[in-house]
């Protein structure tokens, strides 16, 4: 029997060869046929829009199937792990941000009122890809467009019912979902077991991500840590130190000359508050919301 992660599992030596042997093939058709395309000088749409589905028998296979990831995403992957992310096209190099681009974009289309005028004869016409694309500059450009977010809303829920991918499903009809209803906030902060899980490597690693580097330039701390209730000795001992907006640190050793030196048990980090460090954290918003251009703010 092979169990796989987002399916049925597969029983019998002959079954399971099958299996293994069209996943390769899937993915070394995904792969090479992006590089293929690449090389005739096809953007990462390009190829998308080019390669709808798999070729025969495997597009037939329900294993192989857009249940969980597409054709469409997958090879805008391939295109990115070798190429990056720019497409060889020079305006996109350093495009304005969403906001900006919007505001100016919806102004040269004669407002709000004319994108929608045409959006929604697009949207009757079922070019819900389009519509979703045009009033998306609206619903930045003016949050509080209440016909703009139901109209994207529509066009989103018409592209999730005809959508076989449960992720892009689930993304657009959440979307859609939130231009009408608002961004459910939730609880911010770390869940306490979560942190109580982490060895100290991880939760080090999790500081350093959550350091607002911005906040951090100019700081520089150099601190030892021992933790003598850990069985595991390159876990006993850590060096941190904080210079240029950045904290890394090293296990299994200290700094000859550290500021600070700490010794305490595992148990007492998860409850600690670390001070000066702590208050150079990230504190992320509760919710993200797409159309309000202070949530995403990164002060």
Avoid at 268 to 273: I, P
Wanted: hydrophobic letters at 40%.
């Amino acid at each position: 029997m092979l169990f796989a992660q987002h399916h049925w599992p597969t029983w019998g030596g002959d079954n399971i060869r099958e299996f293994l042997a069209d996943q390769r093939d899937m993915y070394a058709f995904l792969n090479d046929e992006t590089l293929r395309l690449l090389n005739h000088g096809l953007t990462p749409l390009d190829i998308a829009d080019r390669l709808k589905r798999l070729p025969e028998p495997l597009a037939s296979r329900w294993y192989a199937r857009d249940y969980y990831g597409s054709v469409s995403h997958n090879v805008r992957a391939a295109y990115q792990r070798f190429m990056g992310f720019y497409d060889a096209n020079p305006a996109h190099l350093n495009p304005l941000p969403p906001v900006d681009s919007a505001r100016r974009t919806v102004a040269w289309m004669g407002g709000a009122a004319a994108v929608l005028e045409k959006a929604r004869v697009e949207f009757e016409r079922g070019e819900y890809r389009w519509v979703a694309e045009v009033v998306n500059k609206v619903v930045f450009a003016e949050p509080d467009n209440r016909d703009a977010r139901e109209l994207q809303a529509d066009a989103l829920e018409q592209l999730g019912y005809q959508c076989e991918n449960t992720t892009w499903r689930n993304a657009y009809l959440t979307g859609a979902q939130e231009l009408r209803l608002g961004v459910r906030r939730v609880g911010g902060g770390q869940a306490p077991d979560l942190v109580r899980s982490m060895t100290p490597d991880l939760f080090f690693s999790f500081l350093a991500v959550r350091l607002n580097g911005e906040r951090a330039a100019g700081e520089e701390l150099v601190l030892n840590w021992t933790f003598p209730d850990l069985d595991a000795p390159e876990q006993h001992r850590f060096a941190l130190t904080l210079r240029n907006g950045v904290l890394t640190h090293l296990a299994g050793r200290h700094h000859p000359h550290p500021r600070v030196s700490a010794t305490m048990n595992k148990t007492d980090l998860d409850r600690v508050a670390m001070g000066r460090l702590f208050a150079l954290l990230d504190e992320f918003a509760p919710g993200f919301d797409i159309v309000t251009p202070s949530a995403t703010s990164m002060d």
